[in-house]
């Protein structure tokens, strides 16, 4: 049994994995960190790629493909490494959208991964591993990350993402709330998959923002059991059950 799992974690470490990995643990500490400066790095990064980097990596790769390519090749297989990085790349968006008012820097890790795959993938062709290896095998490879990318813009535009995970975790938020009216205080914590912060009792109920979540402006989750908040600088929208879904004014 030990043997087996040496086996399988070096054979993480062989070429098609290494990426992956990466991009993963990447993903895992934007995640983990929302207020962190990888984070707040992703928000803008897509913005720098689109403007500046992406017209240059095109350039490169028509370049490339007239220089290096034959007429009569054919292009090889998205191998593990795209194919894993794309489904990466989809979860993060999904995830960004799984919170009131987004988390930015986790739609800026998807759409930056999104972005770059298919120009690394073009300009791979041109290296001597990728037309002496061999061709990844299945040609169903071809398919796999237009549905994915297609698979997250449906799911995207078509349901509501941030009311899901809302409706999942509500009942350990529940929980969490009345404990924190009880005790007469709650420290920011991770609850239910959230980063609770900014936490406030207040009116006979506790209002707390969800750490990563918009840009321009804190969104968070309300609990008065008894009441409705008082409304002051935010918008508040009833969830039910004393819940309210809220906004608070923009920073600019």
């Known amino acids: 049994m030990i043997h087996d799992r040496a086996l399988a974690l070096r054979r993480l470490t062989f070429e098609g994995y290494r990426g992956p ?23 803008v990064l897509p913005v720098f790629l689109v403007v500046a980097v992406v017209p240059l990596l095109l350039i490169a790769v028509v370049v490339v493909g007239a220089t290096v390519t034959g ?17 990466l790349g989809c979860a993060a968006v999904l ?37 002496n290896g061999r061709n990844p095998s299945g040609r169903w490879r071809w398919a796999v ?10 799911t995207a535009t078509q349901a509501d993402l941030a009311g899901a995970r809302f409706e999942l975790a509500r009942p350990a938020l ?10 007469g205080a709650a420290d920011p914590e991770w609850v239910a998959g959230y980063r609770l912060a900014g936490t406030e009792l207040v009116g006979g109920g506790v209002t707390f923002a969800i750490g990563g979540s918009g840009l321009f402006a804190p969104h968070g989750y ?3 059991p008894s009441g409705t908040p008082a409304r002051g600088d935010a918008f508040y929208t009833p969830l039910g059950d ?3 879904a809220w906004e608070g004014p923009d920073h600019f």
């Open 21 to 43: 990995l990466l991009a993963a643990a990447l993903l895992a500490v934007v995640v983990a960190l929302p207020d962190g400066k990888l984070h707040t790095w992703f928000q």
């Open 71 to 87: 007429p009569t090749s054919r292009p090889r297989r998205p191998g593990t490494s795209v194919l894993l990085g794309v489904a």
């Open 95 to 131: 995830l960004g959208l799984s919170v009131p008012g987004a988390d930015v820097g986790l739609l800026g890790f998807g759409v930056t991964t999104l972005l770059g795959l298919p120009f690394a993938w073009l300009l791979w062709q041109a290296w001597a591993s990728a037309r």
């Open 145 to 154: 990350a237009p549905l994915l990318v297609a698979g997250t813009v449906l």
């Open 174 to 183: 529940t929980d969490w709330a009345e404990h924190a009216l009880a005790a």
């Open 222 to 224: 309300a609990y008065f």
């Open 242 to 244: 004393g819940w309210f």
